[in-house]
C-alpha cells in the first residue's frame, strides 16, 4: 500500500524531495576531525607530533630524536621506543631508562598500548626531518620547508621526499599488518602450530612474528579467573598461608622475593608474618591488580611491585632472605617457571637464604580404570549407533588433566623425581630415564595408563630434608607446622586445581591385555621442553610387563 502511494508522488514532490535531501547532507556536513596527538608522559594532547615532542624535552627532559639517533633505530625500533615508554609510563615509571638498546628487544614492544596512537602514524615524518637533518617546530611548514631550498635542489628534495614517504608508508602498511597477526597469534595461540590464526594453512611467504613461548603464558594470567581458581584451592592456599604464619621468626625483619606475585597473596602474607620487605615480581597484567590489593590493604611500604620477568628486571636489594613463589604446572613441570624461580635462587638468595616451598617430589602409579575407558573410549565406537571413532584424536597423544579415584591406582606410587630446590639445578629438570617398579596390588582387566602427581613439602630450614619416598598425605606435623608442611596433588588427597595428569596407552591392533596380582611393571620416565615452545612438555614412558611379553613405549605432550 505504502509502496503504490510512494510511486504515484508527482515529479514536483519528487525535486522537493531531492531538494530537502541535498540540503540534510549540506546540513550535516561537518569539517574534517583534527587528529590529536597524545604525550609520551601524560594525558595532553597536541596538534601535530612536532609540538608534542617539544613538549615531551621541555617539561619531561626526555629528546626522542636524541635517543633515536643515539640508540640508531629505524623505523621499527622507534614503533618499539615509543610503545615501550608508554608501557613504563602506565605502569607508573615516568623515568624509564633507554640508555641502551637492549630493553627494545621484546616484539611485544611493536604491539600499540594505545589505541589509534597518531604518534606512531606520524613517526615518517619525524624520521624524514631527522634525516633531512631539520626537526621543524610546532609553527613550521611544508611550504617553508621547500621555499627554504632553492630552485631544482628544492625540486629534487621534494621528490626525494615523496619517495622517502611511500617508502615508509609500506614500511607502516607492514607493522600495522605484524601487530595484527601478533595480536591474532595471542589470542588464538592455543591453535595447531601449523595452522594460522583462523584455521587455514599458512603460505610459505606468510610474514609474521617470530614465536614467543611467553606470549600466551603471560597473558593467560591476566584475566580475574584463573587466580580464583588458585585462591579457591584452599589445599594450595592454606598450606602458604600456615607455613608462613606459624614461622613467623623466619620471616621477621627479613627481605622477601615473591616470584611470579599473582594478585599479592603471598607477598601478603609475608607482611603480615613481619617481613622488613617483600618484592613482588609478575610479567602479565595482574601486576596492576596486585599493586591495588596491596595499597588497599595498607602494605605499600613494605611491599614494592615489578612488574616484568624476574631475569629481566633489577631488584632494589642485591639480596634477599627469602624466595617464595607458587610455580608449580600440570604434572609439576609444565609451563616451565621453575627455570626462573631457580635463575632468582642462584641470582638472589643469600647463601643461608630459605626456598618456599624447599622440595618437590614427582610420583607415578599404574592406571587401571575401566569405567573410564567406557565412558570416554569406547563410548565413541558407537553413539546412537553411529561409528564416531575421529573424535579420539590425539586422545592418546595428549595429557589428560583430571582427577583420578585412589580405587584406580593398579599399584603404590613410587617417586621418579625429587627436587631440593635449594641444590637442584635447571639440567635435572629435563631427563630421559627415570627408573620406577610397580607391583599390581590386584588383578585388572587392562593397563590403561599411568597417573602423574606431585607432593609440595614446606620446611623451616635449608638443612632439613623431605624423607626420602615420604608420601605428603602421611607427612605428619604438629599445629603450628614449626615442622614443616606439606601437601599432595595425588588421589590420595583432597582436591587441588592441579588435579593429576593422566597418560592413556594406545594399544592399537595388539589390543589390551589382563593382568594378574603380583605381576611385575617396570618403566622409565623421561620430561623434556618442547622444540617449539619451550613452557610446553613431552613425557615419554618406556614400560615392560615380567612375565607377559609385553612391553612399550610413548609420548605424551602438554600444551
Known amino acids: 500500500m505504502s509502496s503504490e502511494r510512494t510511486c504515484s508522488s508527482s515529479s514536483e514532490n519528487t525535486d522537493k524531495l531531492n531538494l530537502d535531501e541535498d540540503q540534510v547532507w549540506k546540513d550535516t556536513e561537518t569539517d574534517e576531525e583534527q587528529v590529536r596527538v597524545v604525550s609520551l608522559f601524560g594525558p595532553e594532547t597536541f596538534d601535530s607530533v612536532h609540538s608534542m615532542l617539544k613538549h615531551c624535552k621541555d617539561a619531561h627532559h626526555f629528546d626522542f630524536v636524541k635517543v633515536r639517533n643515539d640508540l640508531d633505530l ?75 631550498e632553492g630552485g631544482a635542489g628544492a625540486v629534487n628534495r621534494v621528490i626525494e621526499l615523496e619517495k622517502e614517504m611511500q617508502r615508509l608508508q609500506l614500511e607502516f602498511s607492514e607493522y600495522r599488518e605484524t601487530v595484527t597477526k601478533s595480536l591474532e597469534h595471542r589470542w588464538n595461540s592455543a591453535d595447531d602450530g601449523d595452522k594460522s590464526t583462523n584455521g587455514v594453512e599458512k603460505s610459505g611467504d606468510e610474514k609474521e612474528l617470530p614465536q614467543d613461548d611467553d606470549s600466551h603464558y603471560f597473558s593467560s594470567y591476566s584475566a580475574n579467573d584463573i587466580h580464583e581458581i588458585m585462591l579457591k584451592d584452599t589445599i594450595r592456599t592454606d598450606a ?77 636489594v642485591p639480596r634477599v632472605d627469602i624466595i617464595v613463589s607458587e610455580w608449580m604446572g600440570y604434572c609439576l613441570l609444565y609451563e616451565a617457571m621453575l627455570d626462573s624461580v631457580l635463575w632468582a635462587r642462584d641470582r638472589y638468595l643469600a647463601p643461608d637464604g630459605l626456598m618456599i616451598p624447599s622440595h618437590i617430589t614427582l610420583r607415578i602409579a599404574p592406571l587401571a580404570d575401566p569405567d573410564y575407558i567406557a565412558d570416554h573410549i569406547n563410548y565413541w565406537q558407537s553413539v546412537y549407533g553411529f561409528k564416531m571413532t575421529s573424535m579420539l584424536a590425539n586422545i592418546y597423544d595428549e595429557v589428560v588433566v583430571r582427577d583420578v579415584k585412589s580405587s584406580a591406582l593398579a599399584a603404590d606410587s613410587q617417586p621418579f623425581l625429587e627436587l631440593p630446590l635449594h641444590f637442584i639445578q635447571r639440567e635435572d629438570l629435563t631427563f630421559s630415564r627415570r627408573p620406577v617398579k610397580f607391583e599390581l596390588k590386584e588383578d585388572i582387566v587392562s593397563l590403561d595408563g599411568f597417573v602423574i602427581w606431585f607432593d609440595t613439602f614446606l620446611l623451616p630450614s635449608r638443612e632439613r630434608k623431605a624423607p626420602s619416598n615420604e608420601r605428603a598425605e602421611e607427612w605428619k606435623y604438629s599445629c603450628p607446622a614449626s615442622d614443616g608442611l606439606a601437601f599432595t596433588t595425588g588421589p590420595g588427597g583432597p582436591h587441588t586445581h592441579w588435579q593429576q595428569g593422566v597418560l592413556l596407552i594406545d594399544h592399537g591392533r595388539r589390543g589390551a591385555a589382563a593382568l594378574k596380582k603380583g605381576q611385575i611393571i617396570r618403566a622409565e620416565v623421561g620430561y623434556k621442553k618442547r622444540k617449539d615452545n619451550q613452557r610446553e612438555l613431552d613425557i615419554t614412558i618406556r614400560w615392560e610387563i615380567r612375565g607377559s611379553g609385553r612391553k612399550g613405549k610413548q609420548l605424551w605432550f602438554m600444551r
Open 74 to 148: 629505524d623505523f621499527f625500533g622507534m614503533i618499539k621506543l615509543v610503545n615501550f615508554i608508554r608501557s613504563e609510563v602506565k605502569w607508573g615509571n615516568l623515568t624509564p631508562d633507554v640508555s641502551s638498546k637492549s630493553v627494545l628487544d621484546n616484539d611485544r614492544y611493536l604491539q600499540p598500548v594505545l589505541d589509534d596512537d597518531a604518534l606512531l602514524y606520524s613517526l615518517d615524518e619525524v624520521i624524514r626531518d631527522v634525516e633531512d637533518g631539520v626537526l621543524p617546530t610546532a609553527n613550521t611548514n611544508d611550504k617553508e620547508l621547500v621555499s627554504n
Open 240 to 316: 602458604y598461608r600456615n607455613f608462613i604464619y606459624d614461622n613467623k621468626h623466619l620471616f621477621k625483619g627479613k627481605i622477601v622475593l615473591d616470584v611470579g606475585c599473582g594478585t599479592g597473596i603471598l607477598s601478603m602474607f609475608c607482611a603480615q608474618a613481619g617481613a622488613a620487605k617483600i618484592i613482588a615480581v609478575d610479567n602479565s597484567e595482574i601486576i596492576n591488580k596486585a599493586r591495588e590489593n596491596i595499597h588497599d590493604n595498607s602494605l605499600g611500604d613494605m611491599i614494592t611491585c615489578l612488574r616484568g620477568k624476574i631475569e629481566e628486571v633489577s631488584l632494589p
